[in-house]
């Protein structure tokens, strides 16, 4: 009798653990399944300006994006992290997105292009070297 009771508890969670899907398939997109690559196109080390020339290239495989959701530059001076800002990208074409950010001093920069670009958001970082700061002075990120 207990052997009973021990089959039909087995089949009872079976049956159970087979539903909790409740029929639905959720199928990835092929084009989701490919990595959205974002590449730098500015130089790390930079002229103090005003203002500093940002721009990306954004590709999924060998195709360029030009219908991402959103591209921005949040850029910061090192050890200054929590006064960081955003500013918005334009599409230039050929999976190019640029901004022009301001720039108030001389420095080590950080920059993240948060990317949003076909149901995907990479944010890859890169450091900037303005102008001709002392280098002993800068802290560490």
């Known amino acids: 009798m207990m052997k009973k009771w021990a089959i039909l508890l087995f089949l009872v969670a079976t049956i159970l653990a087979g539903c909790t899907d409740k029929g639905e398939k959720v199928q990835a997109e092929p084009s989701t399944m490919i990595e959205v690559k974002v590449d730098y196109l500015v130089d790390e080390k930079q002229p103090f300006k005003k203002e500093l020339p940002l721009s990306v290239h954004v590709t999924q495989g060998k195709e360029d994006v ?3 959701t959103s591209v921005k530059f949040e850029i ?3 050890g200054e992290r ?3 800002k955003q500013y918005d990208a334009k599409l230039k074409g050929k999976g ?3 901004a022009a950010v301001p720039i108030a001093k001389e420095g080590v ?3 993240y292009a ?3 670009a076909r149901g995907l958001h990479v944010m890859p970082k890169k450091q900037f070297i303005i102008g001709n700061p002392d280098l002993k002075k800068v802290k560490k990120e």
């Open 66 to 68: 030009d219908d991402a």
């Open 109 to 111: 920069y950080y920059v």
């Open 96 to 98: 190019v997105y640029e």
């Open 114 to 116: 948060h990317t949003e």
């Open 82 to 84: 929590e006064q960081g």
């Open 76 to 78: 910061w001076n090192s």
